[in-house]
């Protein structure tokens, strides 16, 4: 078992919808969770964190964390067809140590 | 450009040799970290930096790779006697020392091993 999975995708979305993407993860002393945006050729890009249950509003963007179910997802209101990209989700367990998951690929269709 | 800068971006070499990349973080940030990232996978760690102290190393790295921050501010990241099972895109990011440990990427330097 990987320490992050994410469903690989693709996860294909009408523009205007709302897209949800879901990450798990192994460690219960992780402390910090990331999303990023990778766009094919380039490097990630950091949307948003969050540490504490609950929910974090950023704009369209929208992290959740269950940390008893080790649950971490990402929402995307009103999508665009730039929106179209892999996102990855990150964990931060100990001091320097950051575990990426291998990212989900959404495309919206307009 | 106050940002992650990464040099090369690309570099094309033979198997056997030697190749070397340098990463300049974002100036007031003490954290430096180098990734491994290819196709189809997220970016895996390599190794970190707290200011010129290398604090941990991934398993997966082997003795052919070396990395140092001699004055706490860039990085370099050398590969010995590359392989082809080397090719990737290496990834560096810088973090702030307090608050979240938010990483910010460079560029990356894509490698190709022949």
């Known amino acids: 078992q990987k320490e992050v999975e994410q469903n690989s995708g693709p996860l294909s979305v009408p523009e205007g919808a709302i897209a949800s993407l879901n990450c798990t993860y192994s460690d219960r002393g992780s402390q910090s969770f990331f999303w990023y945006r990778q766009y094919s050729g380039k490097s990630p890009e950091l949307i948003m964190f969050?540490?504490?249950?609950g929910d974090k509003e950023d704009g369209r963007f929208t992290a959740q964390l269950n940390k008893a179910s080790q649950y971490v997802s990402l929402l995307i209101r009103d999508s665009q067809p730039s929106d179209s990209a892999t996102y990855l989700c990150?964990?931060?367990?100990?001091?320097?140590?950051?575990?990426f998951g291998d990212g989900t690929t959404l495309t919206v269709k307009p | 450009d106050t940002g992650v800068s990464q040099d090369p971006r690309h570099k094309i070499t033979k198997r056997g040799q030697n190749v070397t990349f340098r990463c300049d973080p974002i100036s007031e940030h003490n954290r430096l970290y180098w990734y491994r990232q290819t196709l189809g996978q997220g970016p895996e760690f390599l190794t970190y930096?707290?200011?010129?102290?290398?604090?941990?190393k991934s398993r997966l790295l082997s003795d052919r790779f070396s990395a140092e921050r001699p004055k706490g501010s860039f990085s370099t990241l050398e590969i010995q006697r590359t392989e082809q099972g080397d090719s990737a895109m290496y990834l560096c990011a810088s973090s702030p020392l307090s608050g979240v440990d938010t990483q910010y990427f460079g560029p990356g330097t894509r490698l190709t091993v022949l």
């Open positions: 990150a964990v931060y367990t100990n001091a320097g140590k950051s575990t």
């Open positions: 969050i540490y504490s249950n």
């Open positions: 930096f707290q200011n010129e102290a290398q604090l941990e």
